[in-house]
């Protein structure tokens, strides 16, 4: 039976997916490119670097590393400015409720994420508390799809893989739960997270109801 969930940040609890757009938009605009909406779906779930390596393929340019370093710096800069003034009012819909009732349900929870800033974003939410464990792309060193950072907060919340559930939004985190030998459901469209054992719009069509029918089906 399931004993823990692992949540992803960005598009599941957050969308922060807005200002990381905005932050390589501007970087982009000082690069003398545009970079639309729609390219920047290709960055969700990406690390900072892979983000910025294709953000520069839509360009078509190219830096030696210390450049690119130093243009990743100055685009993680502008982001932190906007994730600086969060608060709890941008925690989305279902999310809050959900993870108190997995807490109330005797059930682990832990966060998987890539991105760097992730304690910053839990703390001016609110949301640190709800964790028992913390993974993020400060303790990885593997991206998604691999399955290091749900593998390391499984083994955080001492729960074996095959009884975690984790909640993504991104096609290379879905794989990255089935690598780890965990089941996934996705949150957004069934068009890009087919591969998912279930498929929800948000958290809030989600219930610890449906956690168990889905860990009864497996
Ligand atoms: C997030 C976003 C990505 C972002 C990555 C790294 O991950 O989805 O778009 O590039 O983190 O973020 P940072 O530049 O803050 O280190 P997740 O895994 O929470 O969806
Ligand atoms: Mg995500």
Known sequence: SIKACLFDLDGVLVDTAKY???AWKRLAEELGF???EQDNEKLKGVSRMASLDILLSVGGLQFDNAKKYELA???NNWYFESISKMDHTEILPGALNFLKACRENGLKTALGSAS???MTILDNTGLTPYF???IDG???TNAKPDPEVFLLGAAALSVPPEQCIVFEDAEAGVEAAHRAGMSCVG???PATLGQAELVVSSLQEMTIERLKELSLAR
Do not use: M, P, V
């Open 132 to 134: 028992d464990a913390i």
């Open 138 to 140: 400060t303790r990885t």
């Open 187 to 189: 949150i957004g469209s």
């Open 116 to 118: 760097k800033n992730a």
């Open 73 to 75: 710096e100055r685009k």
């Open 20 to 22: 990381h757009y905005l």
């Open 34 to 36: 545009t970079f639309t």
